[in-house]
């Protein structure tokens, strides 16, 4: 009966853990970008709505020296990205990047270009939901990189507590907390999508 008890207890303060625990991030994932340092380079992950057009107005706002466009389809040349009223010399300072398929790929292909143009401080643009796991594989791949989050809020979290908005928000979490937790194969990902 005592192991019962205790068995449910422990059940219990789990679930308040985890609902907790997902409160705080929808929280976290609806607050505004705050203030923003100079970097020496920004990096942009592709796949959602405003993240490349948010880096090239940081870009062309001198918040950073240069910028990688991390994960973009191997068709997509730069003009199709720019804007036509982008100065030439803006695109000098931009490197696409072909190789990433997955947010720990954006990671290792961050890391290189990080290597290559000398980068100490980075600042990392992407949707707000996806923002902690990012940031999570950023630091464990450039440990010696000061990061700095620079969140976009997607149409979905417009309206979080939609069924869409709330499934997405808790397929994150969960990719989130397998990250944390070191589940970071790709098998999982798939998993948490179908």
């Known amino acids: 009966m005592l192991f019962i008890r ?5 059940i219990l303060l789990a679930c ?20 923003l340092p100079h970097a020496d380079g920004i ?7 405003g993240r490349i057009d948010t880096s090239l107005n940081l870009l062309a706002r001198n918040q950073g020296e240069k ?7 191997t068709q997509t040349t730069l003009g199709e990205l720019l804007p036509p009223t982008a100065p030439p010399a803006l695109a000098d300072r931009i490197t696409l990047g072909y190789q990433a398929r997955s947010t720990i790929g954006n990671a290792t292909e961050t890391a290189v270009w990080v290597a290559d143009n000398h980068i100490t401080s980075l600042i990392v643009v992407t949707a707000s939901y996806h923002m902690r796991r990012a940031l999570l594989e950023f630091s464990r791949t450039l440990p010696d990189v000061t990061l700095y989050p620079y969140p976009v809020l997607p149409p979905a979290m417009e309206h979080p507590l939609r069924r869409s908005s ?15 937790g070191g589940f970071t ?3 999982l990902s798939r998993a948490l999508h179908s």
Request: net charge positive.
């Open 6 to 10: 205790l068995s449910f207890r422990l």
């Open 185 to 187: 194969s790709p098998g």
């Open 16 to 35: 308040f853990a985890f609902t907790g625990g997902f409160g705080w991030f929808v929280n976290d994932a609806l607050r505004p970008p705050g203030y």
């Open 43 to 49: 990096v942009a992950l592709t796949g959602g709505v």
């Open 166 to 180: 709330l499934r997405l928000l808790a397929l994150e979490y969960l990719k989130w907390l397998g990250a944390l």
């Open 67 to 73: 910028l990688l466009i991390s994960g973009v389809d």
